[in-house]
């Protein structure tokens, strides 16, 4: 360490001084750079959650079909044109998914090891994004009784429903885009691609109801990798070990007993 640390004193003592000074201001650039950046992140999606709360609340209380954006907006206390900076269509603001977990998706399915299966993959990159949804729901108490008011929403107004499979059906497009482009095939003329895209998606959902039907007790990550581990297996009715929150049943005893509630 102490070399290393001697090499580094030496090429700096033979920088000229204007070359050492420029040398630190580009370090304060990049890391004013990279805080304002992470700033406006944040900013960002405070408000994209704080315009979905909003939503949320108010198809609530009237019913999807009596709430308008401009609604909204004027809840909200944000101008039309910010809206639609974070959302194209009002049903986007309530079961839309956010644009940047869709890129981030992508780019974490294509930057997997080319040695993985497409299974294994597509498991890592959607484990990825559940553990960043789940750490955003836990620093926010609510956004997350927001997730649950939306599953509740969808499942009970039927205005949203056409909506909803519209919804699913773009995720399966994306998924189906981004597992093809992996494979470096023609997703038009090769059916595995919207196959796995579809049954991986199918089996994400399954978890996240069973999340939501045990208020969150479990961990959303945990209950999504036994459930793509549980396809992944070929479905086996002796192998789900998920917990049956609504019998009190952990989820290390039911996968002690290889037994939990189906998928």
């Known amino acids: 360490m102490s070399s290393i640390r001697e090499d580094h004193q030496s090429n700096q003592e033979s920088m000229p001084p204007s070359r050492i000074d420029r040398s630190h201001s580009e370090i304060g650039q990049t890391t004013s750079h990279n805080f304002a950046a992470g700033r406006r992140s944040r900013k960002k999606l405070a408000t994209r959650q704080a315009l979905r709360i909003t939503a949320l609340q108010l198809v609530a209380e009237r019913g999807f079909a009596n709430v308008t954006i401009e609604a909204i907006t004027e809840a909200a206390d944000v101008s039309l044109r910010t809206f639609f900076n ?3 269509t009002k049903e986007s ?7 940047e977990r ?34 955003e729901l836990n620093n926010l108490d609510e956004g997350r009784a927001a997730w649950f008011q939306r599953f509740q929403i969808v499942r009970n107004d039927p205005d949203l429903r056409g909506a909803y499979a519209a919804h699913i059906g773009m995720l399966e497009e994306t998924f189906t885009r981004a597992i093809a482009e992996r494979l470096g095939v023609d997703s038009t003329i090769d059916p595995y691609p919207a196959l796995l895209a579809a049954t991986t998606l199918a089996a994400a959902r399954s978890a996240a109801l069973f999340w939501k039907e045990s208020d969150g007790s479990d961990s959303l990550t945990e209950l999504t990798a036994h459930a793509l581990d549980n396809l992944a297996n070929g479905l086996l009715s002796d192998n789900h070990p998920l917990k049956n929150s609504r019998h009190g049943t952990s989820a290390s005893t039911t996968k002690k007993r290889a037994r939990g509630a189906p998928l």
């Open 93 to 99: 603001a309530v079961i839309g998914i956010d644009p």
């Open 86 to 88: 974070y959302f194209p």
């Open 102 to 135: 869709l890129d981030r998706f992508r780019v974490t399915l294509l930057s997997r090891p080319a040695t993985e299966s497409p299974l294994t993959a597509i498991r890592a990159a959607i484990l990825a994004d559940t553990e960043m949804t789940e750490a």
